[in-house]
């Protein structure tokens, strides 16, 4: 049974950071891209960041860009986000997600496994 489990998230001032961490379990991992994705009320699910299956490629939505970092640790089966300068637009959920294609997609319904979520708010 595949479980990705998020942590991490917490309420910040703006101008904080913070760092999300994903585990993976039932699943092998190196074989799988990962994505993290926010989601608000009433909104659709959006693509946040992603990473391909070796980590030697990475992608960012415009809106973080040159704010955060997805970086993966394939030894661990463990995704992250490092999330800097936040800002109150950025308070969501965050979720992970696996995608066994290994290349980076950024439509949630490509992806095959969902953890359940962390919350993050920012304060102005």
């Known amino acids: 049974q595949v479980q990705l489990v998020e942590s991490g998230g917490g309420l910040v001032q703006a101008g904080g950071s913070l760092r999300l961490s994903c585990a993976a379990a039932?699943?092998?991992?190196?074989?799988?891209?990962m994505g993290w994705f926010r989601q608000t009320p009433g909104k659709e699910r959006e693509f946040v960041a992603g990473i391909n299956w070796s980590g030697g490629r990475l992608l960012y939505a415009d809106p973080v860009k040159g704010r955060c970092t997805i970086s993966r640790d394939n030894a661990k089966n463990m995704v992250y986000l490092q999330m800097n300068n936040l800002k109150p637009e950025d308070t969501a959920v965050y979720y992970c997600a696996a995608d066994y294609r290994r290349t980076i997609v950024t439509t949630p319904e490509d992806y095959d496994y969902w953890g359940q979520g962390t919350q993050v708010t920012v304060s102005s």
């Open positions: 039932g699943l092998t991992f190196s074989n799988y891209a």
